[in-house]
């Protein structure tokens, strides 16, 4: 068998139509031609009233069968056209995919002080609020999302659906945690788990958070320190001032944390710490704004030239049918 038979009979064999409902739309046209041409025959009129032997003197043949070839003139681009849009295919091409994929890990603080009201409605509100924007805003790469506080619990792995993270935003403050407390450390190490699981070598992470604990920043330095390729950035919230925090952040049912002595804890923000950890990690740190000038910020950073080594190229290469269907669009011109 020659090469061309070969073909020929594999594309006989892999012949078939990527839209075949099209092909229903045969019907009414070829009905629709019968039918004309079954009401501009001549014959079909007189036939009744005049002998057979008379009929081919009396009534005149051409324009009769002029006009019955006109209607199926009329069906031949009908029917070029539900084929050409049935689609038919009898080989495949290869179609290469690129797909650019930067990780970020959002680190937000669930500790009872995210409820101070220092910034209004409250800190926690206004991070969900920013975190929604900053969500919508992003147009590629996968985001995760860990919440902690005494301990840490990852929210969503890292995905692109970020519309499925901006609907569990709002369930989400301190009384669903199991444990009370203020434990980045355990946040950020879950976060770095989850991009080198997910097969990166850097990333991103952005801590939502009014504050760090003393001991827990020479620590943080440090793991990140070991790991090349993973910034950290800093959104905080809150004033230096502070503000008390509700007792319902601590399972009470009214008025203020205290402290042993009785005297009402301020939740202040405790800028320090939360800037050198983004400046020791290649990150920004930016307050919390009225306008959109942080979460723009920090999305240029994300999406910025300078993180291309924290993109991952997935090159795959799939093979789709190729539509043939445009050929038939030159005897239907």
Known sequence: MSAFSAELATAITQFHWLRPWWLAALLPGIALALLLA???????????????EL???????????????????????WLCACLALAGPSWNKIPLPIHKQQT???????????????????????????????????????????????????????????TATIVSLLPALNPTVMPVAGNQPLQ????????????????????????????????????????ISGIKVSVLALGTED??????????????????????IVLAQ?????????????????????TDDKDFEALNQLFDSADSEQSQQQLQRTFDTWHDSGFWLVLPLL
């Open 55 to 77: 009929l081919p003197y009396l009534v005149e043949q051409g324009a009769s069968t002029q006009r019955q070839r006109l209607h199926w003139w009329l069906l031949a681009p």
């Open 242 to 263: 502070g503000a008390p925090i509700p007792a319902t952040a601590a399972g009470s049912k009214g008025g203020f944390v205290k402290d042993k002595q009785g005297n």
């Open 187 to 226: 946040a950020l190490e879950k976060g770095i788990a989850l991009i080198q699981e997910s097969g990166f070598a850097n990333g991103h992470m952005l801590l939502v958070s009014d504050g760090l604990p003393d001991a827990d920043l020479p620590q943080m330095n440090a793991q990140l320190a070991d």
């Open 103 to 161: 990780p970020l890990v959002i680190l937000l603080d669930l500790s009872p002080s995210m409820l101070a009201e220092d910034v209004k409605p409250n800190r926690l509100t206004r991070a969900r609020l920013k975190l929604t924007d900053l969500l919508l805003a992003r147009q590629e790469g996968t985001t995760a999302l860990i919440a902690y506080a005494g301990d840490a619990h990852v929210v969503t792995p890292l995905t692109d659906d």
């Open 269 to 289: 923000l405790r800028q320090k710490p939360l800037r050198t950890l983004a400046q020791s990690n290649g990150g920004l740190y930016r307050k919390l704004s």
């Open 38 to 52: 079954r009401r501009s025959s001549n014959n079909s009129h007189w036939q009744g009233v005049i002998a057979t």
